[in-house]
């Protein structure tokens, strides 16, 4: 069975600085892993995502995550974090195509001016 | 727009009624996939169908059944609701050749 960690459920950053979001999983096969954001009273929207190839994935909104195998992690970054950033962010993994995602428990992030 | 559908927006029923979410998916997507989110458990499968066949079951209860349509939409069906019922719904719909899935926006069920 595969799960996820998202260490801290809640993470404070100021205006400007390093947004790290982390996340752990653990899957029997090689896993496929994304993160998604849920602004207030939405659904979730997909930022990035690791499949093959490129273990530096480029996201949306400034975001990135590196997926290191050896680390069986896939941690979330932004070097500057913006107000519009805050959010709830859920990192998940699969082990197949058109397989259900595994999520996190989610990490709230606020900015502070 | 994230193309999946889902309504109604909010529902607030009784303990003990019975009601249905509906879920149209992206077009093109033959997957649909139900998810529960509510503060203690976080996001929770509840159930996968692909092109009408029901392909993964989760955390679903026996009170809560599910179909997909000839059209692809989707209808989640919630009976005997209790107060711990009360959550979020989302649906999300995908394609098999793809990874992951597009979410719709949820529907917000409220049991007092």
């Known amino acids: 069975a595969q799960s996820v960690t998202q260490l801290g459920s809640h993470v404070s950053v100021s205006e400007g ?19 998604y954001v849920q602004y207030p009273n939405q659904g979730l929207q997909l930022l990035l995502k690791y499949t093959t190839g490129a273990t530096l994935v480029k996201g ?12 069986t992690s896939f941690h979330l970054t932004k070097p500057s974090a913006h107000m519009s950033d805050a959010a709830e962010y859920f990192c998940a993994v699969t082990k197949a195509a058109g397989n259900k995602l595994t999520f996190g428990g989610g990490t709230r992030v606020l900015v502070k001016p | 727009d994230s193309g999946v559908t889902q309504t109604p927006k909010h529902l607030i029923t009784a ?23 509510s503060l203690d458990q976080g996001l929770q499968f509840l159930i996968q169908y692909y092109n009408g066949e029901e392909r993964a079951k ?4 026996e009170r809560f059944s599910a179909q997909q349509f000839p ?9 005997s609701l209790e107060l711990g019922d009360s959550a979020l719904y989302f649906c999300a ?3 098999e050749v793809n990874y992951g899935y597009t979410f719709g926006s949820g529907t917000r069920l409220t049991v007092v």
Do not use: M
């Open chain 2, 71 to 79: 059209d692809l939409h989707s209808e989640l069906n919630l009976s």
């Open chain 2, 93 to 95: 719909s995908g394609r």
């Open chain 2, 58 to 61: 989760g955390n679903i209860l």
């Open chain 1, 60 to 71: 949306i909104n400034g975001f990135e995550a590196e997926f290191k195998k050896s680390e």
């Open chain 1, 17 to 35: 600085a390093l947004v790290l979001l982390r996340c752990n999983y653990s899957s029997s096969v090689p896993p496929y892993l994304f993160w």
């Open chain 2, 15 to 37: 303990t003990g009624q019975r009601v249905t979410l509906r879920c149209s998916p992206r077009s093109g997507d033959l997957s649909v996939y139900w998810y529960q989110q």
